[in-house]
């Protein structure tokens, strides 16, 4: 059976749902009383549906499984499961031959659907936990020869992580506890626990030998991008594209904690700045960017976070329109306003706008303008707004106090607000004084202090605050300099480096060209009506 692979695009074909026994099966159930329970009760429709998808997963038909996981599935579950979730897999077991591992798949769905439509009970979220790791028990020790999806596999290290953060999440509200819940709390800590989570993810990097496999890329001697993680000699793509996926996930997860340093690290094996598997699954695209790029800036990094949010900006910008359909298209949306936020608050702080795209800095002034001036006047109200709009669900990973029944999910939050207003703080002057250099090219410590209504001490302190804010450590250790306006003091004088940059009009006048050509091409395609 051949393969195909997939770039994350959505399936538009409609021929599942509009076979016969799909129709009357939704008809059925539509039909049914309303003490119907979807747990226990299999429609038609959706015996149907898993004897399928069982059928082309034991095939290897990675198109098939494709167009009912992206198409069917959530088609059906829009029209038939909206408010309720779908069969158990005990319930479905018995039409796909008993397979164990086809259960823990179907699983996989089943409580990522309850988690989207549904609130899960305490015990539906230890069955979930229980779940993942008896699949990702069954991929890193087992003999698994299945080709899935690259959007569902990235799904699978979504998800697992996405719970994770729910989870701690709700184990931190304790006003709204039962006694029960707070029982099986205590009784059950190693549930979701932030080392299990880490350790699933390193060993499916591990055991899939990702990293190597992207070492050997460089030099041409094994193919992955290429074939987007796809194995077109009979092997299995799981492993392998969950390993490069779990790369992100612990970049992801670091962040969430607070260790940027960390997160970074973890992703070193893939450059962020060239296509690969990543770039093929929108979600997973944006993912990468929005955490590499928040990592960036909470490390002062800002021009790799401006290059980073630029590249993703204007993909979505380009393409926004192809992925109206996906189910993720509203998470797409708010990551991108999340995006532009954070860029307005790079910007503010290292205005090197050269960096930015004209498209997406149209977009950004639209957004930010008056809000980005203020920043850069040093007001802390917009730098708290923007931050607590567009920063991660931080999470506190150690179990609170279950003495004291208060609620503690918003601590971790608060820590890394007030770590990044604290920055902020020590920055404040920095605006100012690059404001004061680019009118000079030498300028007396005595005449720059009046200016800035400090006494020389004070200058010279906030001097080298500018050099030590404006320098950060690279991946490699080198220092590099964020600076758009560099200097050196030579005893009682500051001399400004002279960093103008010749400015070329040719891409300004290649790009209006271009606009100007297609305005035409529209207009000769216009048949004007005969007067």
Known sequence: MAYASYGGAAYDDDSYDDRPEFRDGLRDIQQQDPGYDASTHVPDVVKTFVAY???????????????????SFQKLSERMFKQSPWPTAEAIASYVENDHVFCLLYKEMWFRHLYAKLTPTLEQRFESWDNYCNLFQVILHGNVNMQLPNQWLWDMVDEFIYQFQSFCQYRAKLKSKSDQELLLLRQYNEIWNVYGVLNYLQALIDKSMIIQILEQEKDGSVTFTATDGYDYHGGSNVLKVLGY???IGLLRVHCLLGDYHSGLKCLTPIDINQHGVFSTIIGCHITAIYYYGF???MMRRYIDAIRAFNQVLLYILKTKQYHQKLPQFDQILKKNEQMYALLAICLSLCPHGKLVEENVNNQLREKYADKMQRMQRSDEALFDELFSFACPKFITPAPPNYEELINYNQDAYRLQLKLFLSEM??????SSIRSFLKLYSTISIAKLASFMELDEAGLRMALLTYKHKTHVVDYDGSILSNADVDFYIDGD?????DNKVTRRFGDYFVRHIIKFEEIINDLDRVQLDSV
């Open 425 to 430: 703080r020590q920055q404040q002057l920095i």
């Open 295 to 297: 990592a960036n800036l």
């Open 53 to 71: 998808l069982y059928r082309h997963i034991r095939e290897k038909n990675v198109y098939e499984i494709h167009q009912m996981y992206e198409g």
């Open 245 to 247: 996926f779990s790369i």
């Open 493 to 497: 004088m500051v001399h400004i480096a």
